[in-house]
């Protein structure tokens, strides 16, 4: 993994983080750079940037602030990503992550190539979500 590699992956998490950068702006910043995907892991709160050819990168993300639910709740899950995807006033990238985890989302996956996030449960439910059009 290179340097520049590093860096965007760095700025992606922290544009999330400070609400200065949108899931869109994310996906084709990671992907010009060259990552397939990320997962983001809830309970160890961290962001993990995968490149084709298995190289990872490991960063610490904000710890969110409440626990993963014991149960899935996929529609109060859904709720939480509509809001995402709509960017409606008030959404900042901490109260979705706390939103998942009140609906008992552990972390998510997000492919590229699948152009899809799969949200994971601490019961191994989940929820698949597709890149809207």
């Known amino acids: 993994m290179n340097d520049h590699q590093k860096t ?3 700025a992606c998490l922290e544009g999330a983080e400070g609400n ?3 899931f869109p702006q994310i996906v084709t910043a990671l992907t010009n750079a060259g990552f397939e995907g990320y997962a983001v892991d809830f309970r160890r709160a961290t962001a993990t940037y ?3 050819d298995g190289e990872s990168l490991e960063l610490p993300a904000h710890r969110v602030d409440a626990p993963v639910a014991p149960t899935f709740d996929a529609a109060l899950l859904r709720a939480a990503i509509q809001e995402a995807q709509q960017q409606v006033p008030g959404y900042t990238y901490e109260g979705f992550c706390k939103n998942a985890a009140l609906a008992g989302c552990a972390g998510y996956i997000v492919s590229f190539y699948g152009r899809r996030a799969l949200y994971i449960g601490r019961t191994a439910e989940t929820h698949v979500e597709h890149f809207p059009n």
């Open 8 to 10: 965007t992956a760095r």
């Open 20 to 22: 200065m950068m949108a």
């Open 50 to 52: 995968y490149l084709p």
